[in-house]
C-alpha cells in the first residue's frame, strides 16, 4: 500500500495498491521533489475514465515502470472530480501547449508545481505515432538531469504566460434582448436537424442549453427555440445514450446520431437531464419526458443514492462481461442470442423494438438497446413485460463500479431535480430523497463557518475546500427545495452560502467571479472560467443562485451581484452561446423579472392552498421562485404582510417591484404566470 491508502476518494484508492509511490496533491509531496531535486509526474484521472483504468493497468501496475517512476521522479496523483481546481489550472496549460486535452491527464512539473512538459494517455509501447510512457519518463529524465536550467526557465515562461491569459472582458452589464436573440441564432446555426443536438460527433447532451431554450420560448414564445429542445430530446431518449430498462443517460454519444454511448453514467448528466425533461413535460405536456424526466429520477434514487443519504459521482463505463475481463458497455449491449435466452419466442419482438441486429450496432455482434423510429404498433403490455425480463436479467450481471464519493456540487443539482420532480408529479418519495441529500450537505459538507467541503465518503468530510460551482448548485438546490417544501430554512442556507460566495469569490472591482476563494490553496493561477463544461460554470450557477435568492428576499445587494456577474454572458452568449448555457437560461430569468410568487392558506394540509402551490411551481416563467406558508408565518420574506381573500388562500404575483391583485382560482394563477 503506499501513501492513497488513507485518502476519501475511490479515484485515487484505486490506485492504492500500484507499486507506483503516489503522492496525494500535498505541500509535503512537493516539498520531497525540493529535497531530492527530482521533478513532480502529475497524473490527473477520475474513477469512471475509461483510459484512466487502461494507462493505470499498462503503466502504474507495471513493477519496472514503477521503479523507474520511484527513483526519478515525485508521483503525485489527483481525482479531477476532489480537486477541480487543480485540473482546471494545469488541463489550461496542456489545452495551451497541445491544442487538446482530456484524461488521463499527465503532466511534469518542477518543484516549484510549474508545468513543462504535458500530454494526457501514454501507451505502454510506441503507438499512432505516440511515444510509450517510457520514453517519456526517460525524456523528461534526461532533460532535467542534463539541462535543468533550462527547463526551469521554459517553465518559468509557462507560468507567466498563463498569468497573462485574462479572462474574457466582460460587459458593464447584463445581457438584453438583443444578445439573447443573438445567441440563439448561433445555436440554430449549429444545430443538427436531422439527429437533433449541436455540433458532430462526440455528440454531448447539452442540458444547460436546452433550459435556455426553454426558457427563452416561455418567456418570448420562439416556436424554434421549443422545437429544437423537443427534438433534440425525443432523439436522446430514443437513442443508445439513454438507457432503455433502467434509466438514465450516459456520458455522451461516440457518435452523431446518439447510438453508441460512452457508458460512463455521472451524477450531473443525469441530475440536470432529469431536470430538463421535467421542464419539457412542463412546457408541452410530452408523455415521453414525463416518462424519461421519472425514469431518471428513479434511476438516481436506485442506482446512486449512498447509505448516508447522498448520492454517489458516477457508476463505470466498464464491467466484467463474464469471463473476468472488465469490458466498456458489458453490463448495457445483447446480442440476439441473449436475447433469446432471456425472452424466448418474444426476443424477435425485442430485437426489432430496441433495434437490435444479427451485425451489431455496438462491437462483437452486440447492440446497444434504443428505440429506432420503426413503422408498426406495439403491444404495449407485451413491451412492459419484455422490458422487465430484460431488466431483471441484466440485473444479474457483474454491475459497474460506482464512485461513492459524494460531490458537492452535483448533489446540489440532484436536490434541485428529485424536488422539483417530485412535485409536478405527485412523488413525495423523489422529494424525501430531496431532503435527505440536502440534508447531509447541511450535516457533513457545512461548517460553522458556513464553508463547504467539496466531497465526503461514507459520511466522512473529505480534506478539500468547496469550489465555487459547489456554493452555486448547493444554493440552487436548495433555493428549489424552498419553494417545494415551503421550508424557509433552505432559504437561510442557501443566503448563508451566497454570503460566501460574495465575500470570498467575488472580484469587488468587477463582479466577476473566481473558481476559487480568496483564501483557498494557492495554485500557479486562480482559475476563474465562465463558460460550462458538463455542468454549469460556477460563475453562471452563482449569478443564477444570487439572483433567485434576491427575488425571494429583496436583497439588492445579491441581485446588483447577479447582473453585474452576468456581463460576461453579454459577452459571449452571442459568441460562443453553446458553452455559456446556463448563464443564458439565467439571463432569461433576470428578463422576465424573475416573478415572485407567494401562496398563502390556512395550513399544508388544505387541499385549496396545496392546488395553488402546486399550480406556482408549474408555471414556466423563467427563475420564477415560490414561497408558500401561512399568512402569519415568518418562513419566507415574500409571505410578509400577504394575507387570505374572504378567508380562502390566495397568490400574490409580483414582477419588477410591482405586484398584481392576489387571485384565489389555480387557472386565474395559470394565467398570471403565462
Not at 501514454?122 to 532535467?144: D, I, K, N, T
Amino acid at each position: 500500500m503506499n501513501r492513497l491508502a488513507h485518502e476519501t476518494s475511490p479515484y485515487l484508492l484505486q490506485h492504492a495498491d500500484n507499486p507506483v509511490d503516489w503522492w496525494p496533491w500535498s505541500a509535503e509531496a512537493f516539498a520531497e521533489a525540493r529535497r531530492t531535486n527530482r521533478p513532480v509526474l502529475l497524473s490527473v484521472g477520475y474513477s469512471s475514465c475509461h483510459w484512466c483504468h487502461v494507462m493505470a493497468h499498462e503503466s502504474f501496475e507495471d513493477q519496472a515502470t514503477a521503479d523507474y517512476l520511484n527513483e526519478h521522479f515525485v508521483s503525485v496523483k489527483v481525482d479531477r472530480e476532489e480537486r477541480p481546481d487543480v485540473d482546471a489550472v494545469y488541463m489550461e496549460a496542456v489545452q495551451a501547449a497541445t491544442g487538446h486535452g482530456g484524461w488521463p491527464m499527465t503532466v511534469f512539473l518542477t518543484p516549484d508545481a510549474e508545468p513543462f512538459y504535458f500530454g494526457t494517455y501514454y501507451p505502454p509501447a510506441p503507438r499512432h505515432g505516440m511515444p510509450s510512457f517510457r520514453q517519456v519518463l526517460e525524456g523528461v529524465q534526461q532533460a532535467w538531469t542534463t539541462r535543468q536550467d533550462e527547463v526551469s526557465e521554459v517553465a518559468g515562461k509557462i507560468v507567466r504566460d498563463l498569468a497573462q491569459r485574462e479572462i474574457v472582458r466582460q460587459a458593464a452589464e447584463a445581457p438584453g434582448e438583443q444578445e439573447l436573440a443573438q445567441a440563439l441564432l448561433g445555436l440554430t446555426r449549429e444545430y443538427d436537424p436531422q439527429r437533433g443536438g449541436f455540433g458532430g460527433a462526440p455528440k454531448f447532451p447539452a442540458s444547460m442549453v436546452l433550459e435556455f431554450l426553454l426558457r427563452h420560448h416561455a418567456r418570448t414564445g420562439a416556436e424554434g427555440a421549443l422545437q429544437m429542445a423537443v427534438d433534440t430530446c425525443e432523439r436522446m431518449a430514443r437513442g443508445g445514450i439513454y438507457d432503455q430498462l433502467g434509466g438514465g443517460f450516459a456520458r455522451y454519444s461516440v457518435d452523431r446520431d446518439w447510438i453508441v454511448p460512452h457508458f460512463e453514467k455521472m451524477l450531473y448528466d443525469n441530475a440536470l437531464l432529469c431536470r430538463v425533461y421535467a421542464h419539457l413535460w412542463r412546457a408541452t405536456g410530452s408523455d415521453l419526458a414525463r416518462r424519461v424526466a421519472l425514469e431518471t429520477a428513479d434511476f438516481l434514487v436506485r442506482e446512486l443514492r449512498t447509505a448516508e443519504g447522498g448520492f454517489a459521482s458516477a457508476l463505470d463505463a466498464d464491467s466484467d462481461d463474464g469471463t473476468g475481463r472488465h469490458v466498456e458497455g458489458a453490463y448495457y449491449v445483447w446480442t440476439p442470442a441473449q436475447l433469446r435466452d432471456v425472452l424466448g419466442d418474444d426476443a424477435e419482438l425485442a430485437a426489432r423494438y430496441f433495434g437490435a441486429t444479427e451485425e451489431g450496432t455496438f462491437e462483437h455482434g452486440q447492440s446497444v438497446l434504443q428505440l429506432p423510429q420503426t413503422e408498426g404498433v406495439f403491444d404495449a403490455e407485451k413491451i412492459a413485460s419484455v422490458r422487465r425480463r430484460l431488466f431483471d436479467a441484466r440485473a444479474r450481471r457483474p454491475a459497474p463500479g460506482r464512485d461513492d464519493k459524494v460531490v458537492a456540487a452535483w448533489n446540489g443539482l440532484a436536490v434541485a431535480a428529485l424536488a422539483e420532480t417530485g412535485a409536478y408529479f405527485g412523488r413525495p418519495d423523489l422529494v424525501e430523497a430531496a431532503l435527505g441529500a440536502a440534508d447531509l450537505l447541511v450535516r457533513v459538507h457545512l461548517d460553522e463557518h458556513a464553508r463547504l467541503a467539496r466531497t465526503s465518503k461514507d459520511g466522512r468530510v473529505g480534506p478539500n475546500a468547496g469550489v465555487l460551482e459547489d456554493y452555486g448548485d448547493v444554493a440552487e438546490g436548495f433555493l428549489a427545495l424552498a419553494s417545494v417544501t415551503g421550508e424557509g430554512v433552505w432559504l437561510d442556507f442557501a443566503g448563508l452560502l451566497l454570503d460566501q460566495v460574495l465575500a470570498r469569490f467575488t472580484d469587488p472591482e468587477t463582479g466577476a467571479l473566481f473558481d476559487t476563494a480568496s483564501d483557498a490553496e494557492r495554485l500557479i493561477r486562480r482559475p476563474q472560467d465562465p463558460t460550462d463544461n458538463a455542468a454549469p460554470s460556477g460563475w453562471t450557477a452563482a449569478a443564477g443562485a444570487l439572483l433567485g435568492y434576491a427575488a425571494h428576499t429583496g436583497s439588492e445587494t445579491h441581485r446588483v451581484a447577479a447582473e453585474r456577474a452576468l456581463g460576461v454572458v453579454k459577452t459571449l452568449g452571442p459568441r460562443v452561446p453553446r458553452f455559456i448555457g446556463w448563464g443564458l437560461a439565467v439571463a432569461e430569468a433576470l428578463l422576465d423579472g424573475p416573478r415572485e410568487v407567494a401562496v398563502v392558506g390556512p395550513g399544508p394540509d388544505d387541499e385549496r392552498t396545496a392546488a395553488l402551490h402546486r399550480t406556482a411551481l408549474l408555471g414556466a416563467a423563467p427563475g420564477a421562485v415560490v414561497a408558500c406558508g401561512t399568512p402569519d408565518g415568518d418562513e419566507f420574506p415574500l409571505l410578509a404582510g400577504r394575507t387570505l381573500i374572504d378567508g380562502a388562500p390566495a397568490a400574490y404575483v409580483c414582477r419588477g417591484f410591482v405586484c398584481d391583485l392576489p387571485v384565489t382560482d389555480p387557472e386565474a394563477l395559470r394565467a398570471r404566470l403565462a
